[in-house]
């Protein structure tokens, strides 16, 4: 199983970005499958996820601002994020939990992909 992410990039506040992350391996359409990011000295926190039927959470800090798809037919998940700040600098990771069910702990996901670093400047 291989996640690649990819889209990152730089970027000014109130930019928008849109991250990909195209999974290999298998077929992953019952799994949860999403987004995370860590910044220096922070832990890993969850950005974003969608759960096997469609369901989807979101980080209360990109709440209305960022949004999760999928496209099942390319085992591709992707990120919108609009209206981007400067504490959405972060290096974003999508992870796989080999589950239909969300869960908002990183340590729930099995497969990582190797990290998209975003910059948002002023």
């Known amino acids: 199983v291989q996640l690649q992410a990819s889209g990152g990039g730089s970027v000014q506040a109130g930019g928008s970005l849109r991250l990909s992350c195209a999974a290999s391996g298998r077929t992953f359409n019952n799994y949860a499958m999403g987004w995370f990011r860590q910044a220096p000295g922070k832990v890993r926190e969850l950005v974003a996820v969608?759960?096997?039927?469609?369901?989807?959470v979101y980080g209360d800090s990109v709440k209305g601002r960022f949004t999760i798809s999928r496209d099942n037919a390319k085992n591709t998940v992707y990120l919108q994020m609009n209206s981007l700040k400067l504490e959405d600098t972060a290096v974003y990771y999508c992870a796989l939990r080999m589950f239909a069910v969300i869960n908002y702990s990183a340590s729930q996901y099995k497969y990582w992909g190797q990290g998209t670093q975003v910059t948002v400047s002023s």
């Open positions: 969608l759960g096997s039927g469609g369901n989807s």
